[in-house]
């Protein structure tokens, strides 16, 4: 069913029928069915071929298919490169290509390839300050907001000050789920005065704004896990000028939120 509809004009069929593809050759332990996707390459536009290779990217290593994808590795088309370098992850001189998509011109790989380089530098190279730099630049410029904060996600790891403040910045520019996960970032990676501080106040607006419904105990589910990072606030006058300024009458979530991490 699958294979005439990847071979459809119409580019969403196609996409999702070779999507499709690749969950069946994901979910085989053989491949007899990778030919198939392999045939479809010659032909193709860049778009499609590109899916085509991480549709294989999903099934286990096989050198025919190998043999096929080589080439793209030297295509100039970034997209492709990236796609064939995503298949051969597994063989460290060609993973270390990935990490080439990094420093690429901003704006000129789309959204999806800079997130799949970003997650293969998560995956495979733990020392993520060797890209300091390149994660910085993507953190301040990349124009899309999910590969900033995924960048800049990877050096808080680090514990990275920088990182910090540049979440902390873009929290205002951020979606719910957005906001939630830079709020888990800043608190299972800083410990200084300053960030936390910065946090709680972000935690109380994101409280505060009737558009989220946020509660954090939704997100850290620990309460003591909680209260035990943001108790280093506890004796900080700054931060106990700023929770004793707090209404919460009307605003329960946050009542219970000051209630268990300055009891």
Not at 73 to 84: C, G, K, Q, T
Not at 109 to 117: G, N
């Amino acid at each position: 069913v699958l294979i005439p509809l990847a071979k459809s004009e119409d580019p969403a069929i196609r996409k999702n029928a070779i999507w499709g593809l690749g969950e069946v050759l994901r979910l085989k332990r053989k491949n007899p069915d990778a030919s198939v996707l392999t045939g479809l390459l010659a032909g193709a536009d860049v778009q499609t071929q590109r899916e085509i290779i991480l549709a294989l990217s999903k099934s286990p290593y096989e050198e025919t298919t190998a043999q096929v994808i080589r080439p793209f590795l030297l295509n100039l088309d970034p997209e492709l490169r990236v796609a064939a370098v995503h298949y051969f992850e597994r063989e460290p001189a060609v993973l270390y290509e990935m990490t080439k998509i990094l420093n690429l011109p901003i704006g000129s790989v789309s959204e999806e390839t800079r997130l799949l380089a970003l997650n293969s530098v998560k995956k495979y190279f733990p020392d993520t300050p060797l890209f300091r730099d390149s994660l910085l630049h993507l953190g301040e410029q990349e124009a899309s907001l999910s590969v900033r904060l995924e960048a800049l996600a990877l050096l808080a790891g680090h514990k990275d000050p920088q990182a910090a403040q540049l979440l902390l910045k873009l929290f205002d520019e951020a979606s719910g789920s957005q906001k939630r996960k830079i709020i888990v970032d800043l608190l299972t990676n800083f410990e200084d005065h300053p960030t936390l501080l910065k946090t709680v106040k972000k935690i109380v607006e994101f409280y505060q704004d009737p558009r989220y419904h946020f509660d954090l105990f939704d997100i850290i589910g620990q309460e003591h896990v909680l209260s035990q990072r943001l108790s280093l606030l506890r004796n900080d006058p700054e931060a106990l000028q700023y929770i004793s300024s707090l209404d919460t009458r009307s605003n329960p979530g946050l009542a219970e939120f000051i209630a268990v991490v300055f009891p």
